[in-house]
């Protein structure tokens, strides 16, 4: 990268952010491939070239626009003698900006979660000293970061009690409680604690980890990189789910499965499992919206959960840290001790998983009969802690990877906000009992 006198940029929302020439460079190497190029080198020399010409046209105070900069790139590479990329790259500025009127046409269709939640969220963030990266590495700098983990602990757990309240005035119909949620959103957590919530009620439920049924790993079929797609909800025997979840309703006793992830394979004898007539079936899964999974069972008989990672934090950027890349830190952590997945290959997989949560879980989040936040305004200098070590390796290898452009990026992007972030050294003020611990080890409970 060359140096230069572009700081900051106009977002199309008017909004202004730092200048970032990685995005350049992704953008001409995205359009370099659909022609058949797989050099990096080259579109970064590109990218190179487009700054020069943005420094030669914009002053520190006369910030570019995101349709400006892109003006540029196809100007820079027509006049280098790059027409058919300059054309590839046009399409591909043509076919993000229909995508994004597609999105924006739809928003009251797809964005499920109320806004009024995410300005809670956001406030509640203000109001403690934590809506910032610079004000989180203040508050792990100061020593005041313990009484952080407290506060945010203390909200979460008034939010499950507000959860179990709201259920409990439908409990005479509810025979099923589902807890959805794409990965790492805290789903495990959150239905162990509602379950403890709602005993003290003295109803008794009894957890059906989905998990247990995902079918044989061998017989999931392989990419061109020898990963495997279980993200799907086919990943799911849903017809063995669903013979089970009628029997149980009526009474019968069930043969449950069980899973190891470790060797990718269910277990051939499973363990006798019943529901008595006074208790209710509570289920634990990444698809829990999707119909199929629970047809056999009548849609007055289920309370449906949603939680996701609301984080309501600003990067050094001016931008919110992406709700999906916190996940995907959560998951790089408890991947790498409890799933023998090395952080390199989460990343590398991720793509699976999100086509997997646009595809299954967002369509029907307006269906759910109530919405939780499961991130914790804390946890990013907790991810600095243990996975900062392993980011130069990530992008070492994505970036001699010209097809994992996507992992590219998303390594990148993860990679500038943990170096934003102080790394918190004493993790032993986050209680054995936080939703943190699900990721990081060291909960007293057994996921």
């Excluded at 359009?31 to 050099?39: N, T, V």
């Excluded at 130069?392 to 452009?405: A, G, V, Y």
């Amino acid at each position: 990268m060359i140096e230069n006198g572009i700081t900051h940029i106009i977002k199309r929302n008017g909004q202004i952010v730092q200048f970032d020439q990685d995005r350049i460079t992704n953008a001409i190497f995205r359009a370099y491939l659909s022609i058949g190029g797989e050099d990096m080198e080259f579109a970064k020399k590109m990218s190179d070239k487009v700054v020069v010409v943005l420094n030669q046209t914009y002053s520190e105070e006369d910030y570019p626009s995101v349709e400006e900069i892109q003006d540029v790139v196809v100007d820079v590479l027509d006049k280098e003698g790059f027409h058919k990329l300059a054309v590839s790259y046009q399409e591909y500025r043509d076919e993000r900006a229909r995508l994004r009127e597609e999105r924006e046409s739809q928003i009251v269709v797809n964005d499920k979660v109320p806004y009024k939640i995410l300005w809670e969220v956001y406030t509640w963030n203000v109001d403690q000293g934590c809506d910032t990266i610079d004000k989180l590495n203040k508050r792990v700098k100061d020593g005041t970061f313990p009484e952080l983990v407290e506060e945010a602990e203390k909200k979460y757990h008034y939010d499950i009690d507000n959860l179990a309240e709201r259920i409990l005035r439908r409990i005479k119909d509810v025979r099923m409680i589902m807890v959805a949620g794409p990965s790492s959103s805290g789903k495990t957590t959150t239905t162990i604690k509602l379950g403890e919530r709602l005993k003290k009620h003295g109803i008794d439920l009894v957890l059906i980890g989905l998990d247990n049924y995902f079918k044989d790993l061998e017989s999931h079929p392989k990419d061109e990189y020898g990963d495997y797609d279980f993200e799907r909800p086919e990943a799911l025997d849903i017809p063995l789910i669903n013979e089970h979840l009628s029997d149980l309703l009526k009474g019968k006793t069930i043969q449950m499965p069980v899973y190891n992830f470790k060797i990718g394979k269910r277990k051939q004898k499973g363990v006798k499992f019943y529901v008595k007539p006074n208790q209710i079936i509570l289920i634990d899964s990444l698809h829990g919206l999707y119909k199929p999974i629970t047809a056999s069972v009548l849609e007055d008989y289920k309370f449906k959960l949603y939680i996701e990672a609301l984080c309501q934090i600003k990067s050094p950027t001016g931008e919110f840290v992406r709700w999906a890349d916190l996940r995907m830190l959560r998951r790089m952590v408890r991947d790498s001790w409890c799933r023998k997945y090395s952080p390199l290959q989460t990343v590398g997989h991720w793509h699976y998983v999100r086509r997997s949560e646009m595809k299954y879980i967002i369509p029907y989040i307006a269906q759910v009969d109530h919405i939780i936040n499961g991130s914790l305004p804390y946890e990013l200098p907790v991810h600095k802690k243990y996975l900062f070590k392993y980011m130069d390796e990530i992008l070492h290898t994505f970036e001699n990877q010209p097809k994992r452009i996507d992992a590219l990026i998303r390594a990148q992007r993860v990679h500038k906000l943990l170096s934003a972030t102080e790394a918190l050294k004493d993790d032993s003020c986050i209680p054995q009992n936080s939703l943190m611990r699900e990721f990081i080890g060291g909960s007293v409970y057994k996921y």
